[in-house]
């Protein structure tokens, strides 16, 4: 995949860089706070090799990428001048507002999302050494007394000890305040002699006012809390002292007075997302009954997610199925759910039915995550002990369950024939691109074209220098010569249209091609235009060729009853009927 030539097309069809208000990616998708969503082009967009699907919700603009979302915001970062494209917090970009209110409830979760997504990845990792350590000492691999395994545990640990310093980090990131005074306070949370004290049930009393004892450590809300009352604060603190004097005055009463008012704080309640709630639960119980619960919805779009590999006759389908049946198993189910099972639809369904299953047994089980990670199967050594044995047999049952039913019920009669099959008997034919004569493609004077090794179509001796697009599809190849272009058709046939016969050695003269890589394009759009008489006086033969270059992935192609003249449907392409139980590529 070319990431910079995907990065531009983006960038492009979103209404360029000055249409970006904020840009910054998670584990799968680019996700953007756009000025004007009217500007984005979110067909051309889903129609990008390498773009998934595009999603709009919570007040951001979401294209869905996959694993390599990294390298693709990484290219879009240097073409649009976006500021550091691997810190998701960092969110690129203008201090412009969006230009669209959002909701309280979609900017918390944004909020919450910016917040929890730049080191989502070190809390799974994290978990997992947990769990994994869990198991070692579960059989005797390993003792808890060793030197190895205090050093793994701190490692794996440290980043739930002392959680509330990087919230408080990214946090502030959101909040826009002082990132410095942000962690100083969760890092006060930490303070060994406050943690001693705690620990100890001591009470303490601030100027008489007596501190309840609790400790603070792998606590989510309490720092939230803080970093919220600051970023009301600090504004009013930096309007009151003079420019000379604000950065060193400024910090230092947020801290007295955060410190002072902190245990009113904590007192109030908040909603929150999963992920936080997963993570309090472990802070204070010592255990969480939800991440168990989640692990099974995610193996349930895994197994759907198989089961349409294993049954898909559409090539491109049975890729990306495999793809990211693959990551479901370890927990990234965006490129299953957005690409495969709720594209389709009964295999979302079918999986949401096996995971409901998994989930009743893991809930009765009463299986308890002792760390957190992220839901997959990565996640099971987490679930050792209560309920571990009801978890394993949960995961089987969402598993197979949503496998099962996805490859018996999970799609309709056309979709097992073939996804590329629709019902517009017009998608599966192909319009004249230019004006002309039709004959043979055998008896072009070209061995290549004639032998049909390309595959098969037709030609057309052409009487205007005006070629427009022959389906609704998307540009795939544009030649600098201009001599030629490639089109995908929505419905998944490959068209090559050449305009001539060694053309190519025109370098280019007498062609104008209207129209570039990536462009989404329908039916009757004008593609290139071209001089047919300057091409004949040069002495070529100005034959225009209609091939479709995949006529392997189809039963037939011929062409249609149209008249010798092309003013009609030209080519008629049968996809292949497979029907249920027949091997692939029959």
């Known amino acids: 995949m070319d990431y910079s030539e995907l990065a531009q097309s983006i960038l492009t069809n979103i209404g360029g860089k000055d249409n970006i208000s904020k840009a910054w ?11 004007s969503t009217d500007k984005a082009n979110t067909e051309a967009i889903e129609n990008l090799d390498g773009v998934i699907t595009v999603v709009q919700s ?27 494209p691997d810190t998701a917090a960092d969110a690129a970009t203008t201090t412009e507002d969006t230009g669209e209110k959002q909701n ?34 579960a059989f005797n691999w390993m003792s808890t007394t060793s030197g190895a395994y205090k050093i793994w545990y701190s490692a794996g640990d440290a980043i739930f000890y002392f959680l509330p310093v990087f919230l408080a980090f990214t946090a502030a990131k959101q909040l826009k305040v002082n990132q410095f005074v942000a962690v100083s306070l969760g890092a006060a949370l930490l303070y060994p002699t406050l943690v001693t004290v705690m620990t100890n049930s001591t009470t303490l009393h601030f100027f008489g006012i007596p501190v309840v004892p609790t400790t603070y450590t792998s606590t989510v809300i309490p720092i939230l809390l803080a970093v919220w009352v600051l970023s009301y604060l600090e504004p009013v603190l930096d309007k009151l002292f003079p420019a000379a004097i604000r950065n060193i005055f400024t910090p230092l009463f947020s801290l007295i007075i955060m410190g002072a008012f902190w245990q009113v704080f904590v007192i109030f309640g ?9 993570m309090n639960n472990i802070a204070k119980m010592g255990y969480d009954p939800l991440l168990p619960i989640l692990s099974a919805a995610v193996l349930s779009q895994a197994g759907a997610a198989l089961a349409v590999f294993l049954k898909s006759r559409d090539q491109k389908m049975k890729a990306l199925a495999g793809s990211s049946f693959v990551t479901a198993l370890f927990g990234i189910t965006e490129p299953t759910i957005y690409g495969v099972t709720l594209k389709l639809k009964r295999p979302f369904y079918c999986a949401v039915v096996g995971g409901a299953l998994g989930g009743a047994i893991i809930g009765a089980a009463g299986t308890h995550a002792s760390s957190f990670t992220l839901p997959s199967l990565l996640a099971v050594p987490t679930f ?13 049952v969402a598993f197979l369950g949503g496998a099962i039913l996805t490859y018996f019920f999970g799609f309709a009669r056309q979709q097992q024939a073939d996804y590329s099959v629709v019902s517009d008997q017009s998608d599966n034919t192909v319009m004249a691109p230019v004006e002309g004569t039709i004959i043979p493609l055998t008896s072009v004077h070209d061995e290549v074209f004639a032998s049909e090794a390309m595959g098969k179509g037709l030609a057309i001796v052409p009487n205007k220098g005006t070629v427009t697009a022959p389906v609704d599809g998307t540009i795939t190849a544009v030649y600098p010569t201009g001599h030629a272009i490639g089109i995908t058709a929505n419905s998944g046939a490959e068209i090559l249209i050449h305009i001539g016969i060694n053309t190519v050695q025109l370098n280019g003269q007498y062609f104008e091609t209207m129209v570039k890589q990536n462009q989404v394009v329908k039916r009757g759009d004008l593609l290139t235009k071209f001089d047919v008489d300057k091409i004949k006086t040069a002495g070529y033969d100005t034959t ?12 037939m192609v011929k062409p249609t009853d149209a008249t010798e003249t092309s003013d009609n449907w030209i080519l008629e392409l049968q996809p292949k009927e497979i029907m249920e139980g027949a091997p692939a590529n029959v």
């Open 544 to 555: 225009v060729m209609v091939i479709i270059t995949n006529t392997a992935d189809y039963q």
């Open 270 to 278: 908040v909603h929150w997302t999963f992920v936080p709630l997963m």
């Open 25 to 35: 990616h998670c584990a799968t998708r680019l996700r953007f706070n756009l000025k």
């Open 104 to 137: 309280i409830i979609n900017r918390f979760i944004a909020f919450i999302s910016g917040i929890f997504t730049p080191f989502l990845g070190a809390l799974a990792g994290a978990g997992i050494l947990k769990g994994l350590l869990a198991l070692a000492v």
């Open 58 to 84: 919570a007040g951001q603009y979401q294209v869905v990428i996959g694993n390599a979302v990294a390298q693709v915001f990484a290219a879009l970062a240097d073409l649009a001048g976006l500021a550091n």
């Open 384 to 396: 050792l002990g209560h309920g571990f044995m009801g978890e394993v047999i949960g995961l089987i």
